[in-house]
């Protein structure tokens, strides 16, 4: 994923990049990375629940099993926190504890630090090829009101790091 390659090269040494975002604000954002995630770990935790994760993700799982990325420094308000393979299960069945209708086929990938928004792959979706398979959870919304993000997750993350960490689809 050349985007996260990039990435990785603007930042400073202790994983930091300043950055400009809507009204102005501006601030000196950090991100964290893992340990890249193994082809067969991978395949592994596949079958073991029983599911297809998007081609594009588990290409970002062997670079970073986990990530956060655009997090504010200063007062930790702000930021997305991509789960690794060890989070994606606890962090769905949370999020239906926290009263969402979660279908079967949907399964949460990332959440907002500093609010409840959420992302999800429908995995149905991604399975049979259509592109458009990230879900835009609002916090505050009810389900049948989220709306899918164009793009699959390799053009999300690219379009994500060129937002400097905005929500650029919420952008309307």
């Not at 991978?42 to 990325?69: M, R, T």
């Not at 505050?140 to 650029?168: C, M, P």
């Amino acid at each position: 994923m050349k985007s996260i390659e990039t990435l990785k090269n603007r930042l400073t040494v202790n994983n930091t990049l300043f950055v400009q975002n809507e009204n102005g604000f501006t601030g000196e954002m950090g991100f964290e990375w893992r340990e890249p995630a193994s082809d067969l770990e991978i395949k592994k935790f596949e079958i073991q629940h029983n599911i297809i994760l998007p081609a594009d993700f588990k290409k970002f799982l062997k670079i970073s099993n986990g990530a956060i990325l655009f997090k504010d420094i200063q007062y930790g308000q702000w930021g997305c926190k991509i789960y690794g393979l060890d989070e994606i299960i606890d962090i769905s069945n949370h999020v239906k504890d926290w009263g969402y209708e979660l279908k079967p086929e949907w399964i949460v990938f990332a959440t907002w630090l500093g609010d409840c928004d959420i992302l999800i792959f429908d995995l149905t979706k991604s399975k049979n090829g259509i592109n458009h398979y990230i879900i835009d959870g609002e916090q505050g919304e009810e389900v049948g009101d989220w709306i899918n993000i164009k793009g699959n997750f390799e053009k999300w993350i690219d379009r994500l790091i060129v937002a400097q960490g905005a929500k650029y689809w919420r952008w309307y």
